[in-house]
């Protein structure tokens, strides 16, 4: 999963969406495109949100068809989620957002996917909870993704234990590199980021065998309106990419192959 924070405009999402595309068909690899319509949880009254959802999701429906992607993005809002569904593949359950009863069983309804984002504060083995409100709609199709927990004040640790803890549920486990990059708060009114970070720690996660890996990127992040400092430079991500995808199948067919003794 992989695309811009916040939806600035139609043309940066349409030049990522591009590029990201030409990446991963370069290595055969499959993808969905992300981008947030809202962002509802800023560290300050005056963060960016984003330009509305009305014209976010016409954005999203209309750049999906022409790159012949999958889409995922945020619901925040029980309220929201049918509305969404009609344009994004995977209704993805902010972090923050990760025990709101409502959202996840509004969300589960719409019989997309749906993606739930680990809050920073939650126990691996405690996602479990979510996954039960989600499947109490009869939808089985569910993503659990690790986004980094508190550590401390003002910073994240990834536990990697958390990833083969949560695959124990069953479910497809995704790893934000991005996110788990992030200094909550850093700035005072806004989060910092050490986007250095994120491709060792995708690396890592991928040598655990996790299902995807989730991030973030545009062409010139300390322009970006939303989490800029945590956000990958787009030139970037190709090296990345590559190097996940190494690690990826080594581990995965030496599991496949142990499957086969």
């Known amino acids: 999963m992989a695309g811009t924070c916040a939806f600035e405009s139609p043309e940066l999402l349409a030049q990522v969406g591009r590029e990201l595309k030409r990446v ?7 993808w969905v495109l992300k981008c947030s319509f809202d962002k509802a949880n800023r560290s300050s009254l005056g963060g960016y949100r984003g330009r509305g959802m009305t014209r976010a999701l016409e954005t999203f429906a209309k750049l999906k068809e022409d790159l012949g992607v999958p889409f995922v993005t945020d619901s925040h809002e029980p309220e929201q989620a049918v509305r969404v569904a009609e344009v994004a593949d995977i209704l993805q359950i902010p972090a923050f957002l990760c025990r709101q009863t409502d959202l996840l069983i509004a969300a589960g309804r719409t019989g997309r996917a ?27 199709s569910i993503l659990l993704t690790e986004r980094g927990t508190s550590f401390g004040y003002a910073n994240l640790v990834v536990d990697m234990r958390s990833l083969e803890i949560m695959a124990r549920t069953g479910y497809p486990v995704v790893f934000d590199a991005t996110h788990s990059c992030q200094l909550p708060g850093g700035l005072g009114d806004s989060t910092d980021g050490q986007r250095e970070f994120a491709p060792i720690l995708a690396r890592a996660a991928a040598a655990t065998g996790v299902a995807g890996v989730f991030l973030e990127t545009q062409p010139n992040p300390q322009k970006a309106k939303s989490d800029g400092p945590n956000t990958l430079r787009l030139r970037d991500v190709p090296a990345m990419i590559k ?13 496949s192959r142990r499957r086969t003794r």
């Open 24 to 30: 991963f068909s370069s290595v055969k690899a499959p």
């Open 114 to 140: 749906v993606n739930i984002k680990k809050g920073q504060f939650l126990s691996p083995w405690d996602i479990g909870n979510a996954i039960e409100k989600v499947e109490s709609t009869g939808n089985r």
């Open 243 to 255: 190097n996940v995808l190494a690690i990826d199948r080594i581990i995965k067919s030496r599991s």
